[in-house]
Protein backbone atom coordinates (compact mmCIF):
# COMPACT_ATOMS: atom_id res chain seq x y z
CA UNK A 1 0.00 0.00 0.00
CA UNK A 2 3.14 2.12 0.25
CA UNK A 3 4.58 3.59 -2.59
CA UNK A 4 8.55 4.19 -3.05
CA UNK A 5 8.93 7.46 -0.75
CA UNK A 6 8.91 5.00 2.27
CA UNK A 7 12.89 3.73 1.10
CA UNK A 8 13.86 7.47 1.88
CA UNK A 9 12.55 7.39 5.60
CA UNK A 10 15.41 6.17 7.93
CA UNK A 11 14.01 4.23 10.96
CA UNK A 12 16.37 4.46 13.97
CA UNK A 13 20.15 3.23 13.05
CA UNK A 14 20.07 0.73 15.89
CA UNK A 15 16.69 -0.80 14.46
CA UNK A 16 17.83 -1.02 10.70
CA UNK A 17 21.05 -2.84 12.63
CA UNK A 18 18.32 -4.89 14.56
CA UNK A 19 16.41 -5.83 11.62
CA UNK A 20 18.97 -6.67 9.55
CA UNK A 21 20.74 -9.00 11.39
CA UNK A 22 17.41 -10.84 11.69
CA UNK A 23 17.30 -11.03 8.04
CA UNK A 24 20.73 -12.25 8.07
CA UNK A 25 20.23 -14.94 10.66
CA UNK A 26 16.36 -16.25 9.34
CA UNK A 27 17.64 -19.44 7.81
CA UNK A 28 18.03 -21.47 10.57
CA UNK A 29 17.92 -25.10 10.75
CA UNK A 30 15.85 -26.82 8.38
CA UNK A 31 13.68 -29.73 8.91
CA UNK A 32 10.35 -31.24 9.27
CA UNK A 33 9.27 -29.36 11.99
CA UNK A 34 10.22 -25.49 10.36
CA UNK A 35 7.82 -22.79 9.64
CA UNK A 36 8.18 -20.42 6.08
CA UNK A 37 11.75 -18.94 8.12
CA UNK A 38 13.01 -22.33 8.26
CA UNK A 39 12.51 -22.09 12.41
CA UNK A 40 12.72 -25.19 14.49
CA UNK A 41 8.66 -25.18 15.25
CA UNK A 42 6.79 -26.61 18.43
CA UNK A 43 6.87 -30.29 18.28
CA UNK A 44 3.79 -32.09 17.76
CA UNK A 45 1.88 -32.99 21.25
CA UNK A 46 4.09 -29.97 23.04
CA UNK A 47 2.62 -26.70 24.28
CA UNK A 48 3.36 -23.55 21.95
CA UNK A 49 4.73 -20.90 23.94
CA UNK A 50 3.71 -17.81 22.21
CA UNK A 51 5.29 -14.12 23.31
CA UNK A 52 3.95 -11.28 23.08
CA UNK A 53 5.43 -7.40 23.98
CA UNK A 54 2.72 -5.27 24.85
CA UNK A 55 2.37 -1.49 25.60
CA UNK A 56 0.95 -1.43 29.49
CA UNK A 57 -0.70 2.26 31.23
CA UNK A 58 -0.35 0.60 34.68
CA UNK A 59 0.99 -2.02 36.67
CA UNK A 60 -0.48 -5.83 37.13
CA UNK A 61 0.52 -8.90 38.58
CA UNK A 62 2.60 -11.08 35.93
CA UNK A 63 0.57 -14.24 37.42
CA UNK A 64 -3.67 -13.31 37.33
CA UNK A 65 -6.64 -15.37 36.66
CA UNK A 66 -7.07 -13.14 33.25
CA UNK A 67 -3.91 -14.93 31.77
CA UNK A 68 -4.01 -18.21 33.18
CA UNK A 69 -7.48 -18.34 31.88
CA UNK A 70 -6.30 -17.04 28.51
CA UNK A 71 -3.42 -20.15 28.48
CA UNK A 72 -6.30 -22.38 28.82
CA UNK A 73 -8.22 -20.95 26.36
CA UNK A 74 -5.96 -20.96 23.46
CA UNK A 75 -4.05 -24.20 24.83
CA UNK A 76 -0.97 -21.88 24.58
CA UNK A 77 1.67 -21.39 27.23
CA UNK A 78 1.06 -17.27 26.49
CA UNK A 79 3.98 -14.85 27.87
CA UNK A 80 3.46 -11.64 28.61
CA UNK A 81 6.18 -8.82 28.23
CA UNK A 82 4.55 -5.82 29.66
CA UNK A 83 6.24 -2.29 29.12
CA UNK A 84 5.61 1.39 29.44
CA UNK A 85 4.94 2.92 25.71
CA UNK A 86 7.67 5.30 26.43
CA UNK A 87 9.84 2.24 26.73
CA UNK A 88 8.72 -0.29 23.91
CA UNK A 89 10.30 0.53 21.16
CA UNK A 90 13.66 0.43 23.00
CA UNK A 91 12.75 -2.89 24.43
CA UNK A 92 11.75 -4.09 20.52
CA UNK A 93 14.32 -3.45 19.21
CA UNK A 94 16.78 -4.84 21.51
CA UNK A 95 14.82 -8.01 21.26
CA UNK A 96 15.53 -8.17 17.53
CA UNK A 97 18.82 -7.28 17.95
CA UNK A 98 19.32 -9.92 20.44
CA UNK A 99 17.94 -12.67 17.67
CA UNK A 100 14.79 -13.52 20.00
CA UNK A 101 12.09 -10.97 18.89
CA UNK A 102 8.70 -11.57 20.60
CA UNK A 103 6.43 -13.79 18.28
CA UNK A 104 3.60 -11.17 18.38
CA UNK A 105 4.41 -7.37 18.89
CA UNK A 106 2.82 -4.35 17.75
CA UNK A 107 4.06 -0.80 15.46
CA UNK A 108 3.17 2.68 16.46
CA UNK A 109 4.52 4.21 13.28
CA UNK A 110 3.83 3.92 9.45
CA UNK A 111 7.68 3.81 8.32
CA UNK A 112 8.56 1.49 10.63
CA UNK A 113 6.06 -1.07 8.96
CA UNK A 114 7.70 -0.68 5.93
CA UNK A 115 10.96 -1.37 7.60
CA UNK A 116 9.78 -4.36 9.03
CA UNK A 117 8.34 -5.58 5.73
CA UNK A 118 11.72 -5.11 3.71
CA UNK A 119 13.57 -6.36 6.64
CA UNK A 120 11.84 -9.62 6.04
CA UNK A 121 10.88 -9.52 10.55
CA UNK A 122 7.29 -9.94 9.83
CA UNK A 123 5.31 -12.82 8.60
CA UNK A 124 2.48 -11.97 5.67
CA UNK A 125 -0.55 -12.88 7.54
CA UNK A 126 -3.02 -14.04 5.09
CA UNK A 127 -2.56 -17.39 5.04
CA UNK A 128 -2.82 -17.77 8.47
CA UNK A 129 -5.86 -15.45 9.44
CA UNK A 130 -7.98 -17.80 6.57
CA UNK A 131 -6.92 -20.34 8.77
CA UNK A 132 -7.19 -19.86 12.40
CA UNK A 133 -8.15 -16.15 12.26
CA UNK A 134 -12.11 -16.43 11.82
CA UNK A 135 -12.84 -13.99 14.47
CA UNK A 136 -10.12 -11.19 13.20
CA UNK A 137 -11.85 -11.93 9.45
CA UNK A 138 -15.04 -11.62 10.38
CA UNK A 139 -14.32 -7.92 12.87
CA UNK A 140 -11.70 -6.16 10.83
CA UNK A 141 -11.52 -7.88 7.42
CA UNK A 142 -12.50 -5.09 5.55
CA UNK A 143 -10.18 -3.21 7.37
CA UNK A 144 -7.21 -4.85 6.78
CA UNK A 145 -6.31 -3.27 3.40
CA UNK A 146 -4.15 0.01 4.70
CA UNK A 147 -0.58 0.40 5.44
CA UNK A 148 0.00 -2.92 6.45
CA UNK A 149 -1.53 -4.70 2.95
CA UNK A 150 1.66 -4.04 0.93
CA UNK A 151 2.04 -5.75 -2.64
CA UNK A 152 -1.23 -7.34 -2.61
CA UNK A 153 -0.28 -9.23 1.28
CA UNK A 154 -1.53 -8.64 4.48
CA UNK A 155 1.54 -7.61 7.31
CA UNK A 156 -0.33 -5.74 9.90
CA UNK A 157 -3.92 -6.23 11.79
CA UNK A 158 -4.71 -2.48 12.46
CA UNK A 159 -5.99 -1.72 15.58
CA UNK A 160 -8.80 -0.13 14.31
CA UNK A 161 -10.30 1.58 16.91
CA UNK A 162 -11.67 4.47 17.66
CA UNK A 163 -13.97 6.71 19.67
CA UNK A 164 -15.30 9.56 17.07
CA UNK A 165 -15.59 13.11 17.45
CA UNK A 166 -19.03 14.81 18.14
CA UNK A 167 -20.50 18.39 18.94
CA UNK A 168 -22.01 18.03 22.60
CA UNK A 169 -24.16 20.99 22.80
CA UNK A 170 -26.02 21.62 26.56
CA UNK A 171 -29.20 19.91 25.88
CA UNK A 172 -30.72 21.15 29.64
CA UNK A 173 -29.84 24.62 28.64
CA UNK A 174 -31.35 24.21 25.17
CA UNK A 175 -34.53 23.38 27.34
CA UNK A 176 -34.04 25.76 29.88
CA UNK A 177 -34.29 28.23 26.99
CA UNK A 178 -36.99 26.76 24.84
CA UNK A 179 -34.38 25.92 22.09
CA UNK A 180 -34.33 23.27 19.76
CA UNK A 181 -31.25 21.20 18.64
CA UNK A 182 -29.29 22.76 15.91
CA UNK A 183 -28.71 21.38 13.01
CA UNK A 184 -27.65 24.69 10.33
CA UNK A 185 -24.82 26.91 10.74
CA UNK A 186 -27.50 29.73 11.65
CA UNK A 187 -29.51 27.68 14.17
CA UNK A 188 -26.05 27.54 15.67
CA UNK A 189 -25.04 30.82 15.95
CA UNK A 190 -28.49 31.58 17.31
CA UNK A 191 -28.19 28.80 20.16
CA UNK A 192 -24.51 30.15 21.09
CA UNK A 193 -26.28 33.36 21.16
CA UNK A 194 -28.52 32.41 23.75
CA UNK A 195 -26.04 30.32 25.89
CA UNK A 196 -24.04 33.72 25.91
CA UNK A 197 -26.79 36.09 26.75
CA UNK A 198 -29.41 34.68 28.35
CA UNK A 199 -27.82 33.23 31.91
CA UNK A 200 -28.44 29.38 31.11
CA UNK A 201 -26.24 28.63 34.46
CA UNK A 202 -29.35 30.90 36.07
CA UNK A 203 -26.17 32.25 38.40
CA UNK A 204 -27.85 36.11 37.45
CA UNK A 205 -24.87 36.86 35.07
CA UNK A 206 -23.58 36.66 31.81
CA UNK A 207 -20.50 34.81 32.21
CA UNK A 208 -20.93 31.66 30.35
CA UNK A 209 -18.93 30.99 27.22
CA UNK A 210 -20.99 29.82 24.07
CA UNK A 211 -18.62 27.61 21.93
CA UNK A 212 -15.34 25.93 23.56
CA UNK A 213 -12.54 25.84 21.32
CA UNK A 214 -8.80 25.87 21.66
CA UNK A 215 -5.88 25.45 18.98
CA UNK A 216 -4.66 23.06 21.27
CA UNK A 217 -7.52 20.55 20.99
CA UNK A 218 -7.48 20.17 17.07
CA UNK A 219 -11.06 18.79 16.78
CA UNK A 220 -12.97 21.45 18.38
CA UNK A 221 -12.54 23.49 15.25
CA UNK A 222 -13.92 19.72 13.34
CA UNK A 223 -17.50 20.82 12.19
CA UNK A 224 -17.64 24.22 11.22
CA UNK A 225 -14.90 23.34 8.62
CA UNK A 226 -16.83 20.22 7.79
CA UNK A 227 -19.99 22.37 7.20
CA UNK A 228 -18.15 23.69 4.50
CA UNK A 229 -17.30 20.83 3.19
CA UNK A 230 -13.81 21.20 4.63
CA UNK A 231 -12.38 17.98 6.31
CA UNK A 232 -9.72 18.97 8.99
CA UNK A 233 -6.25 18.40 8.27
CA UNK A 234 -7.07 16.15 5.52
CA UNK A 235 -6.24 16.54 1.74
CA UNK A 236 -9.55 17.04 -0.72
CA UNK A 237 -9.74 16.22 -4.47
CA UNK A 238 -9.87 19.15 -6.64
CA UNK A 239 -9.71 18.88 -10.25
CA UNK A 240 -7.54 15.41 -10.19
CA UNK A 241 -5.48 16.93 -7.58
CA UNK A 242 -4.66 16.26 -3.72
CA UNK A 243 -5.28 19.73 -2.64
CA UNK A 244 -4.31 20.55 1.34
CA UNK A 245 -7.55 21.83 3.36
CA UNK A 246 -5.55 25.07 3.95
CA UNK A 247 -6.54 25.50 0.32
CA UNK A 248 -9.77 23.83 -0.19
CA UNK A 249 -13.30 25.78 -1.29
CA UNK A 250 -14.93 26.67 1.72
CA UNK A 251 -11.94 26.97 4.32
CA UNK A 252 -12.14 30.82 3.84
CA UNK A 253 -15.45 30.86 4.30
CA UNK A 254 -15.55 28.45 7.69
CA UNK A 255 -12.47 30.86 9.10
CA UNK A 256 -14.79 33.78 8.20
CA UNK A 257 -18.07 32.15 10.39
CA UNK A 258 -15.31 31.67 13.11
CA UNK A 259 -14.34 36.05 12.99
CA UNK A 260 -18.05 36.38 12.69
CA UNK A 261 -18.46 34.36 16.41
CA UNK A 262 -15.77 35.78 17.76
CA UNK A 263 -16.38 39.62 17.03
CA UNK A 264 -19.95 38.50 18.43
CA UNK A 265 -18.29 37.05 21.84
CA UNK A 266 -19.82 33.72 20.91
CA UNK A 267 -16.85 31.25 21.55
CA UNK A 268 -13.62 30.99 23.70
CA UNK A 269 -12.24 34.79 23.69
CA UNK A 270 -9.20 32.66 24.67
CA UNK A 271 -9.06 30.10 22.13
CA UNK A 272 -5.34 31.08 20.17
CA UNK A 273 -3.85 30.57 24.01
CA UNK A 274 -5.99 28.41 26.48
CA UNK A 275 -4.36 25.12 27.42
CA UNK A 276 -6.40 22.21 26.97
CA UNK A 277 -6.75 21.70 30.52
CA UNK A 278 -8.03 24.73 31.19
CA UNK A 279 -10.55 24.59 28.31
CA UNK A 280 -11.70 21.09 29.93
CA UNK A 281 -12.11 22.47 32.95
CA UNK A 282 -14.78 25.49 31.91
CA UNK A 283 -16.70 22.93 30.65
CA UNK A 284 -16.95 20.38 33.94
CA UNK A 285 -17.05 23.75 35.42
CA UNK A 286 -20.48 24.30 33.78
CA UNK A 287 -19.45 27.41 31.80
CA UNK A 288 -19.91 26.36 28.15
CA UNK A 289 -22.48 25.34 26.02
CA UNK A 290 -21.19 23.60 23.27
CA UNK A 291 -17.73 22.13 22.93
CA UNK A 292 -16.87 19.53 20.59
CA UNK A 293 -14.24 16.00 21.54
CA UNK A 294 -14.54 12.27 22.09
CA UNK A 295 -17.96 11.31 23.22
CA UNK A 296 -16.51 8.90 25.64
CA UNK A 297 -14.63 11.83 26.99
CA UNK A 298 -17.37 14.44 27.06
CA UNK A 299 -20.57 12.37 28.13
CA UNK A 300 -19.02 9.33 29.90
CA UNK A 301 -15.49 9.46 31.66
CA UNK A 302 -15.72 13.48 32.40
CA UNK A 303 -19.37 13.13 34.40
CA UNK A 304 -17.59 12.30 37.69
CA UNK A 305 -15.88 15.26 37.16
CA UNK A 306 -19.05 17.71 36.21
CA UNK A 307 -19.14 19.71 39.68
CA UNK A 308 -23.29 20.67 38.93
CA UNK A 309 -25.95 18.86 40.59
CA UNK A 310 -27.61 17.60 38.91
CA UNK A 311 -24.84 16.74 36.50
CA UNK A 312 -25.62 18.58 32.79
CA UNK A 313 -27.69 16.76 30.01
CA UNK A 314 -26.04 16.76 26.28
CA UNK A 315 -26.92 16.06 22.75
CA UNK A 316 -24.93 15.41 19.99
CA UNK A 317 -25.89 16.98 16.78
CA UNK A 318 -24.21 17.91 12.89
CA UNK A 319 -24.29 20.86 11.37
CA UNK A 320 -24.98 21.75 7.66
CA UNK A 321 -23.50 24.54 5.85
CA UNK A 322 -24.73 26.63 3.23
CA UNK A 323 -24.46 24.07 0.28
CA UNK A 324 -26.06 21.47 2.26
CA UNK A 325 -22.46 20.07 3.65
CA UNK A 326 -21.49 19.10 6.97
CA UNK A 327 -20.98 16.28 9.22
CA UNK A 328 -17.45 14.73 10.97
CA UNK A 329 -14.06 14.04 9.43
CA UNK A 330 -14.08 10.36 7.74
CA UNK A 331 -12.49 7.97 10.07
CA UNK A 332 -10.15 5.32 8.19
CA UNK A 333 -10.28 2.13 10.28
CA UNK A 334 -7.68 1.02 8.35
CA UNK A 335 -5.23 3.70 8.91
CA UNK A 336 -5.78 3.22 12.66
CA UNK A 337 -2.58 1.74 14.89
CA UNK A 338 -1.14 0.09 16.60
CA UNK A 339 -0.98 -2.22 14.10
CA UNK A 340 -0.58 -6.43 15.67
CA UNK A 341 2.59 -8.15 13.46
CA UNK A 342 3.77 -12.16 13.99
CA UNK A 343 7.23 -12.49 14.18
CA UNK A 344 9.28 -14.48 10.97
CA UNK A 345 10.49 -16.06 13.81
CA UNK A 346 8.04 -16.94 15.77
CA UNK A 347 8.35 -21.09 16.41
CA UNK A 348 4.54 -21.35 15.90
CA UNK A 349 2.47 -18.73 13.79
CA UNK A 350 -0.35 -20.97 13.99
CA UNK A 351 -0.37 -20.93 17.90
CA UNK A 352 0.34 -16.86 17.56
CA UNK A 353 -2.94 -16.50 15.57
CA UNK A 354 -5.00 -18.17 17.60
CA UNK A 355 -3.77 -16.56 20.57
CA UNK A 356 -4.78 -13.40 18.61
CA UNK A 357 -7.82 -14.60 17.05
CA UNK A 358 -9.28 -15.83 20.84
CA UNK A 359 -8.11 -11.94 21.94
CA UNK A 360 -10.36 -10.31 19.14
CA UNK A 361 -13.52 -12.98 19.88
CA UNK A 362 -16.42 -11.92 22.24
CA UNK A 363 -14.99 -13.90 24.70
CA UNK A 364 -11.64 -13.01 24.71
CA UNK A 365 -12.91 -9.26 24.53
CA UNK A 366 -14.80 -9.37 27.90
CA UNK A 367 -12.09 -11.43 29.77
CA UNK A 368 -9.72 -9.14 29.06
CA UNK A 369 -11.76 -6.25 29.40
CA UNK A 370 -14.11 -6.53 32.65
CA UNK A 371 -11.98 -9.96 33.80
CA UNK A 372 -13.90 -13.53 34.74
CA UNK A 373 -17.44 -13.41 34.99
CA UNK A 374 -18.60 -14.09 38.30
CA UNK A 375 -15.50 -13.35 40.35
CA UNK A 376 -15.35 -9.74 38.69
CA UNK A 377 -18.86 -9.24 37.24
CA UNK A 378 -22.16 -10.81 37.03
CA UNK A 379 -24.84 -10.47 34.44
CA UNK A 380 -27.97 -10.36 35.50
CA UNK A 381 -30.86 -10.52 33.27
CA UNK A 382 -28.28 -9.50 30.52
CA UNK A 383 -27.24 -6.51 32.71
CA UNK A 384 -23.53 -6.18 33.29
CA UNK A 385 -22.73 -5.11 36.95
CA UNK A 386 -19.35 -4.92 38.76
CA UNK A 387 -18.73 -7.77 41.35
CA UNK A 388 -17.15 -5.40 44.43
CA UNK A 389 -14.00 -4.66 44.87
CA UNK A 390 -13.45 -5.16 41.34
CA UNK A 391 -15.21 -1.78 40.12
CA UNK A 392 -12.21 0.11 41.50
CA UNK A 393 -9.67 0.15 38.72
CA UNK A 394 -6.66 -0.72 40.61
CA UNK A 395 -8.56 -4.20 42.04
CA UNK A 396 -9.45 -5.30 38.99
CA UNK A 397 -6.21 -5.34 37.18
CA UNK A 398 -4.62 -7.08 40.16
CA UNK A 399 -6.68 -9.82 38.23
CA UNK A 400 -5.90 -9.37 35.49
CA UNK A 401 -8.73 -7.41 33.98
CA UNK A 402 -7.97 -4.68 31.23
CA UNK A 403 -4.42 -5.42 31.73
CA UNK A 404 -4.28 -7.03 28.02
CA UNK A 405 -6.35 -5.00 26.23
CA UNK A 406 -3.89 -2.71 24.71
CA UNK A 407 -2.76 -6.62 22.84
CA UNK A 408 -5.05 -6.36 19.96
CA UNK A 409 -9.01 -4.59 20.45
CA UNK A 410 -12.12 -5.85 18.87
CA UNK A 411 -14.28 -3.56 17.39
CA UNK A 412 -17.73 -2.40 19.29
CA UNK A 413 -16.77 -4.38 22.05
CA UNK A 414 -17.13 -4.70 25.65
CA UNK A 415 -15.86 -1.42 26.26
CA UNK A 416 -18.50 0.21 23.18
CA UNK A 417 -21.03 -1.72 24.50
CA UNK A 418 -20.62 -0.37 28.27
CA UNK A 419 -20.99 2.89 27.58
CA UNK A 420 -24.19 4.72 28.21
CA UNK A 421 -26.62 5.92 25.44
CA UNK A 422 -25.79 9.04 24.94
CA UNK A 423 -21.76 8.20 24.07
CA UNK A 424 -23.10 5.76 22.09
CA UNK A 425 -24.94 7.87 20.12
CA UNK A 426 -22.14 10.34 19.83
CA UNK A 427 -19.57 7.83 18.59
CA UNK A 428 -22.45 6.16 15.88
CA UNK A 429 -22.98 10.11 14.70
CA UNK A 430 -19.69 11.11 14.31
CA UNK A 431 -19.07 7.22 12.05
CA UNK A 432 -21.96 7.76 10.34
CA UNK A 433 -21.76 10.95 8.96
CA UNK A 434 -18.05 11.17 7.10
CA UNK A 435 -17.69 14.14 4.67
CA UNK A 436 -15.80 13.46 1.44
CA UNK A 437 -11.76 13.52 1.40
CA UNK A 438 -8.78 12.36 -0.47
CA UNK A 439 -7.05 9.92 2.25
CA UNK A 440 -3.70 9.54 2.17
CA UNK A 441 -2.24 6.22 3.54
CA UNK A 442 1.76 7.14 2.59
CA UNK A 443 3.73 10.04 3.45
CA UNK A 444 4.60 12.65 1.00
CA UNK A 445 8.90 12.83 0.66
CA UNK A 446 8.66 16.88 1.62
CA UNK A 447 6.87 16.30 5.38
CA UNK A 448 10.11 15.24 6.59
CA UNK A 449 11.31 18.98 5.80
CA UNK A 450 8.15 20.74 5.18
CA UNK A 451 5.15 19.42 7.34
CA UNK A 452 5.79 21.59 10.54
CA UNK A 453 6.63 24.88 8.39
CA UNK A 454 3.49 23.87 6.50
CA UNK A 455 1.04 23.23 9.85
CA UNK A 456 2.71 26.13 11.31
CA UNK A 457 2.02 28.48 8.62
CA UNK A 458 -1.81 27.43 8.52
CA UNK A 459 -2.36 27.88 12.23
CA UNK A 460 -0.62 31.48 12.31
CA UNK A 461 -3.04 32.11 9.65
CA UNK A 462 -6.35 30.71 11.14
CA UNK A 463 -5.94 31.73 14.42
CA UNK A 464 -5.13 35.98 13.33
CA UNK A 465 -8.09 35.68 11.08
CA UNK A 466 -10.48 34.71 13.34
CA UNK A 467 -9.57 37.79 15.25
CA UNK A 468 -8.47 40.01 12.57
CA UNK A 469 -10.69 42.97 11.77
CA UNK A 470 -9.39 43.59 8.43
CA UNK A 471 -9.49 42.43 4.95
CA UNK A 472 -9.58 38.24 5.39
CA UNK A 473 -9.86 37.60 1.41
CA UNK A 474 -6.55 39.52 1.24
CA UNK A 475 -5.18 37.77 3.79
CA UNK A 476 -5.51 34.36 2.47
CA UNK A 477 -4.65 35.66 -0.92
CA UNK A 478 -1.02 36.18 0.53
CA UNK A 479 -1.31 33.30 3.07
CA UNK A 480 -2.28 30.94 -0.16
CA UNK A 481 1.00 32.41 -2.04
CA UNK A 482 3.32 31.93 0.67
CA UNK A 483 1.83 28.41 1.68
CA UNK A 484 2.46 27.14 -2.15
CA UNK A 485 5.79 28.47 -2.41
CA UNK A 486 7.14 27.41 1.08
CA UNK A 487 6.12 23.51 -0.07
CA UNK A 488 2.23 23.39 -0.98
CA UNK A 489 2.43 23.14 -4.57
CA UNK A 490 5.24 20.01 -3.83
CA UNK A 491 2.99 18.71 -1.26
CA UNK A 492 0.28 18.45 -4.42
CA UNK A 493 2.16 16.71 -6.87
CA UNK A 494 3.58 14.47 -4.40
CA UNK A 495 0.29 13.36 -2.75
CA UNK A 496 -1.56 13.35 -5.89
CA UNK A 497 1.23 10.18 -7.20
CA UNK A 498 0.31 8.34 -3.74
CA UNK A 499 -2.92 8.82 -4.10
CA UNK A 500 -3.54 7.56 -7.40
CA UNK A 501 -1.55 5.06 -6.66
CA UNK A 502 -2.82 3.62 -3.48
CA UNK A 503 -6.66 4.07 -4.93
CA UNK A 504 -5.51 1.60 -8.09
CA UNK A 505 -4.20 -0.88 -5.44
CA UNK A 506 -7.24 -0.94 -3.35
CA UNK A 507 -9.48 -1.36 -6.43
CA UNK A 508 -7.29 -4.84 -6.91
Given at each position: MINKSWKSIVWATTTIIAVGSLSACSGGAQGSNTNSSGQQQTKPGETPTVTILMSKS??????????????KKTGANVQVIAVDLGDYENKLNAMIASGSPPDIFNSYSKPKIKDLVDNKAILELDSLLEKSGKNISENKGKYLKGIGYIDGKTYAIPNAYGLGNGLAIRQ?????????????????????????????????????????????????FEHVFAAYGVPLKRGVLID????????????????KYYNKLYKEGLLEPDFATVPAMQEYEKLWNGKMGAFQFNPPGTTQNWMTRYIENPKPKFVYTTLKGPNGQ????????????????????????????????????E???????????????????????????????VQLRNQGGFAYSAIIQRLDGMEFQLMNDTTRKGIELSYNSPIPDAYL?????????????????ELEF?????????????????FKKKYLAEGGSTWIEQATVIYNKEQAELKK
Open positions: TNFPETNPVIDQIRDWLDKLGLKVPTTLDEYENVLKAFVTKDPDGNGKNDTIGLGLSVSIDQTGKVTPWALAPGYLDAVGGNVRFVREDKGPWTHISSKSKNPEAAMKVLDFLISEGDRLTWAGIEGTTYSMKDGKFEWIKPYDDAFGVPDIERDKKKVLDDMRTSAIVSKGDLDKLYTD
